[in-house]
């Protein structure tokens, strides 16, 4: 059984940083396929960036340049690096894991292992 447990969510002011983790319970973290997803009340989730075994990622176009994902397979964590925040990026996080490669539906990713959510509210 995949568990995953982010953590990192806080209150932040408009324009600073915060890092956000997701701890895998896996015995292969290197062998699956990572994301990040976000969402808001009346809003559908949104994908804000994946990875993938290799270590090469990809991002919502919006978020480019402000969020990076990284994994660390030896300690089995995935990360989301969110600099210059805005009021829009406040959404509960989602860090979501598939084992070997990622099907698509459409645009988007389709992962089978989620977590619970961390929390980023943002003060102007």
């Known amino acids: 059984q995949v568990q995953l447990v982010e953590s990192g969510g806080d209150s932040v002011q408009a324009g600073g940083s915060l890092r956000l983790s997701c701890a895998a319970s896996v015995y292969i973290f290197s062998g699956y396929f990572m994301g990040w997803f976000r969402e808001v009340p009346l809003k559908d989730r949104e994908g804000v960036a994946i990875?993938?075994?290799?270590?090469?990622?990809s991002y919502r176009d919006s978020l480019k340049g402000r969020f990076t994902i990284f994994r660390d397979n030896v300690n089995k964590t995935l990360y989301l690096q969110m600099n210059n925040l805005k009021s829009e990026d406040a959404a509960m996080y989602y860090c979501?894991?598939?084992?070997?490669?990622?099907?698509?539906?459409?645009?988007?990713?389709?992962?089978?292992?989620w977590g619970q959510g961390t929390r980023v509210t943002i003060s102007s």
């Open positions: 979501a894991a598939e084992k070997g490669a990622c099907r698509k539906e459409g645009s988007e990713y389709v992962f089978t292992y």
């Open positions: 990875i993938d075994s290799g270590g090469i990622a």
